[in-house]
Antibody
């Protein structure tokens, strides 16, 4: 059974940086594409970024391009989201989500809250 | 910028049928967008209902079905139950490597 566990959230001032982690169990990263999806308080889901299962392709939403960097560590079976130049509008619960094929978000973590505030 | 549209809210009677839609502000939704559907109750992670237009995720009852209706993707719920009351989101694969979620539909069962 695939399980995803996020960590690293917290409060950060505007302009600051934070790194989120998502530990993956039940599947190896070379068999699953991994996304980050966020949800601002009281708002809908927003897709943020994806790293393909082969690790060679990473794509970003325009809203975070140039500020956020997704990466992975196969030895730890984990993915990361390095966030910099944070803005108030980046305040959200961040979910990692896995796609084991067929273009879907079929595994979800419990989410981790990031609050950008002075 | 690609915008995916959903009805902000919908109401259905218990036992009734409701169809939620997922469109694009420019263009038509097709199977090439690999439409998928998720529902989410407050404080919980989303749960996958439908993927690849009309494939039910494991464990999802056949009361939920997906399709393309006209120029939109659609999620039909038949025999609505009280615990179907939640937020429903669609997601579309809009170009290479890029995904967009719709704004979500808040479904009320009453």
């Amino acid at each position: 059974q695939v399980q995803l566990v996020e960590s690293g959230g917290g409060v950060v001032p505007p302009g600051g940086s934070l790194r989120l982690s998502c530990e993956v169990s039940g599947v190896t990263l070379n068999r699953i594409s991994m996304h980050w999806v966020r949800q601002a308080p009281g708002r809908g889901l927003e897709w943020v970024t994806i790293i393909a299962s082969d690790g060679s392709r990473i794509y970003y939403a325009d809203s975070v391009k140039g500020r956020f960097t997704m990466s992975r560590d196969k030895s730890k079976n984990a993915v990361y989201l390095q966030m910099s130049s944070l803005r108030a509008e980046d305040t959200a619960v961040y979910f990692c989500a896995g796609d084991s094929g067929d273009y879907k978000f079929d595994h979800w973590g419990q989410g981790i809250l990031v609050t950008v505030s002075s | 910028q690609t915008v995916v549209t959903q009805e902000p809210s919908f109401s259905v009677s218990p036992g009734g049928t409701v169809t939620l839609t997922c469109g694009l502000t420019s263009g038509s939704v097709s199977t090439s967008h690999y439409p998928s559907w998720y529902h989410q109750t407050p404080g919980q992670s989303p749960r996958t209902l439908i993927y690849n237009t009309n494939t039910r995720s494991s464990g999802v009852p056949d009361r939920f079905s997906g399709s393309i209706l006209g120029n939109k993707a659609a999620l039909t719920i038949t025999g609505a139950q009280a615990d179907d009351e939640s937020d429903f989101y669609c997601a579309l694969y809009v170009s290479t490597g890029l995904w967009v979620f719709g704004g979500g539909t808040k479904l009320t069962v009453l």
